[in-house]
């Protein structure tokens, strides 16, 4: 079973910047496409930035040049860089695994707001 832990997430100010770390459990992490979610209040869970297991990497086009997806196959973990941060930005992040299957975390809360 894989368990999926995301952190760092809270509240910034308009152009600050934030960096998300998610924790993967078990064996099957060097081997899985990483990607990052994001679900604002009203809206539909959104592709954020996706990385393979090969290093491919893709990102939405609302967050192209500001946010960086990056992953460290030794430490079982990926991260989101975010810098530049909008109040459009806010929602709760999710950490995505894809193995086989897919397995999500319990989400973090990034709100951007002055």
Do not use: H
């Not at 064996?27 to 297991?53: D, H």
């Not at 086009?61 to 806010?90: C, H, W």
């Amino acid at each position: 079973q894989v368990q999926l832990v995301e952190s760092g997430g809270g509240l910034v100010q308009p152009g600050g910047s934030l960096r998300l770390s998610c924790a993967a459990s078990g064996s099957i992490f060097s081997n899985s496409i990483m990607g990052w979610y994001r679900q604002a209040p009203g809206k539909q869970r959104e592709l954020v930035a996706r990385i393979s297991s090969g290093g491919r990497i893709a990102y939405a086009d609302s967050v192209k040049g500001r946010f960086t997806i990056s992953r460290d196959n030794a430490k079982n973990t990926v991260y989101l860089q975010m810098n530049s941060l909008k109040p459009e930005d806010t929602a709760v992040y999710y950490c995505n695994l894809i193995f086989v299957r897919e397995y999500w975390g319990q989400g973090t809360q990034v709100t951007v707001s002055s």
